[in-house]
C-alpha cells in the first residue's frame, strides 16, 4: 500500500498506513544572530522527536533555511550546521521511525521579490522572519488571505528577545510555534501571543477544533460568534452525535477543556437526539460526520464540527473528469446524509495513480490517497469472502472489474482496509456512469 499525500511543495508517498502530517517550515536568516538562533530552533525542533508508540502523532517535518544568495559566509555557516547536526538527528530518528526531520538550504536574490512570498505562503504551514515586526508586515501584507489559508508567520527579532506571533495565531498554529521557539532559543527569549481566547485563558473554537482534528462549517463566521461569546462568558454546549459508531476520547477532551478558565461554562456531552436538537438559547457545537439539521446550521447558535472519519473508496474508468466524480460523490452523500468534509481520505487501486480526474477530487476533499496493489485487494477479499477460496478465485476471474484492473473489486475493499484494517462499511458499492463508491467508517480517530 502507498499513502500519497500533497503538500504545497510536492506529493510525498509512504509505504506506511500511519496518518502522517507533513509540516513545512521556512526560516528567513538574514544575519549571523539569526544563524545562530536559526541552530538552536533546528535542534530543539529535532529534541522534540519524543520515544513512544508508532501511533503517537506520526510527522514528516520538512525545514528550509533561506538566505541571500551573495552571504557566502551564512550560507556556509547553515550548510555546516545541516552537516554537524546528521548524526544527532539519524541517531534521534532511530528511536523513533514515526517521526522524520528533513532540512536542506535554499537562496534567494531578494527578499522584496513578491514571487519568492508567495511561492513561501502557497508551499509553507510555518514562516519564521528574523525581522522587525513592521518590516514583515510590509513584506507579507500583499498575499494575505485569510485564517484557513494563510501559513503561521511568526517575528524574531535580531537579539532574539522576543518571538512575535503576527498571523493565523490559532488555525495556522502560530501561537503554539511562537511559545515552542522561544523555549528552543532560551535565555529568557519571550513569545508574544495577542489573540484574545489566549490572553484571557478562555476556550477557544478553532484551537478545540485544530487540537482533535474537526473540521468547522461555515468557520469565518462561526469562529468569530463562538470566540467572542466565550470571551463574554456564555455557556456552550459541545455535543456529540451518539449515533455515530466513531470512537472519539471523551476524557481526553474534557482534560484539554478543563485548563481554560471558563471551563464550567464548557459542556461537552453525548447525545442520541441530535436530529431533533433543542439548544436554541445556547451556543451550541455539534461534533458529527452525519448531515442534518440543514436550518439549524445557518442559525448563528450552533456550528457544526466535522470529525475526519469517513474513507471513500473509489473505482473508475479511464480519463473520468473530476466534474463527474464530484457529481456523483456529492449526490450520494447527500442521499445518505453524510457530510463531505468528514471524508479523510480516498482509497483506490494503484494503476489509477495517474488518474487526473481521480487525483483532483482527491486532494480536494480529502487528506491523502491510498493505493492499494491488485494482489493485496484480492487477499482482502478472499480472507473475508464468506464462501471457500476456490469460489471467490471463480468469481473474482469472472468479474468484470478483472477483466480491466486485476481485481475483483476496487470500491469495497479500499475502503474497508484504508479504514483501520477493515473498518464498518456506511454504504456498499454504488456505480454511476464511469464512477463507483462504497464509504467506510474509521475505526478510531
Do not use: W
Amino acid at each position: 500500500m502507498i499513502r500519497a499525500f500533497r503538500t504545497g511543495l510536492e506529493t510525498v508517498e509512504i509505504q506506511s498506513d500511519s496518518v502522517f502530517k507533513i509540516t513545512n517550515i521556512a526560516l528567513i536568516i538574514i544575519s549571523e544572530n539569526s544563524l545562530k538562533n536559526t541552530a538552536e530552533i533546528f535542534k530543539g525542533i529535532i529534541n522534540n522527536i519524543k520515544v513512544g508508540s508508532q501511533s503517537d502523532n506520526p510527522e514528516i517535518i520538512n525545514i528550509n533555511f533561506f538566505i541571500e544568495e551573495k552571504k557566502t559566509k551564512l550560507i556556509n555557516g547553515a550548510l555546516n550546521l545541516l552537516a554537524e547536526s546528521a548524526a544527532f538527528k539519524q541517531h534521534s530518528e532511530a528511536l523513533v521511525t514515526f517521526r522524520r526531520v528533513n532540512a536542506s538550504v535554499n537562496l534567494y536574490k531578494k527578499l522584496s521579490e513578491d514571487f519568492f512570498i508567495k511561492n513561501l505562503f502557497s508551499g509553507y504551514d510555518y514562516i519564521l522572519f528574523f525581522l522587525a515586526v513592521g518590516a514583515v508586515v510590509r513584506i507579507i501584507a500583499p498575499f494575505l488571505n485569510d485564517k484557513f489559508n494563510d501559513p503561521g508567520v511568526v517575528a524574531i527579532d535580531e537579539g532574539g528577545k522576543f518571538v512575535v506571533s503576527l498571523l493565523s495565531g490559532h488555525t495556522g498554529g502560530a501561537n503554539k510555534l511562537a511559545a515552542d521557539v522561544a523555549g528552543y532559543i532560551g535565555g529568557g527569549a519571550v513569545p508574544v501571543v495577542t489573540t484574545a481566547t489566549d490572553a484571557t485563558e478562555n476556550f477557544s473554537l478553532d484551537m478545540f477544533a485544530d487540537k482533535f482534528g474537526l473540521f468547522i462549517e461555515d468557520g469565518m463566521s462561526k469562529i468569530k460568534i463562538f470566540n467572542k461569546a466565550s470571551l463574554k462568558g456564555e455557556h456552550i454546549d459541545l455535543l456529540i452525535d451518539d449515533s455515530d459508531t466513531f470512537n472519539v476520547n471523551i476524557k481526553k477532551m474534557k482534560l484539554y477543556i478543563n485548563g481554560f478558565k471558563n471551563a464550567k461554562k464548557i459542556n461537552l456531552l453525548k447525545d442520541k437526539n441530535l436530529d431533533t436538537c433543542n439548544h436554541n438559547n445556547k451556543k451550541t457545537v455539534i461534533i458529527s460526520f452525519m448531515d442534518f439539521l440543514k436550518n439549524t446550521a445557518k442559525m448563528e447558535n450552533f456550528v457544526f464540527l466535522r470529525p475526519k472519519c469517513l474513507i471513500l473508496g473509489i473505482g473508475c474508468n479511464k480519463n473520468t473528469s473530476f466534474d463527474e466524480i464530484e457529481k456523483f460523490i456529492s449526490a450520494l452523500f447527500v442521499e445518505n446524509h453524510l457530510s463531505l468534509n468528514s471524508i479523510r481520505n480516498i482509497a483506490t487501486i494503484n494503476i489509477k495513480k495517474n488518474e487526473t480526474g481521480l487525483l483532483e477530487f482527491g486532494y480536494k476533499y480529502s487528506d491523502f490517497i491510498d493505493y492499494y496493489d491488485k494482489d493485496d485487494i484480492n487477499d482482502f477479499i478472499i480472507s473475508n469472502s464468506k464462501n471457500n477460496k476456490n469460489s471467490a478465485n471463480k468469481k473474482i476471474e469472472q468479474s468484470a472489474s478483472f477483466k480491466y484492473t486485476g481485481a475483483y473489486s476496487v470500491c469495497e475493499p479500499c475502503a474497508a482496509m484504508s479504514a483501520n484494517s477493515g473498518g464498518k462499511l456506511l454504504i456498499k458499492k454504488q456505480k454511476k456512469g464511469n464512477v463507483t463508491a462504497a464509504v467506510a467508517l474509521v475505526n478510531k480517530i
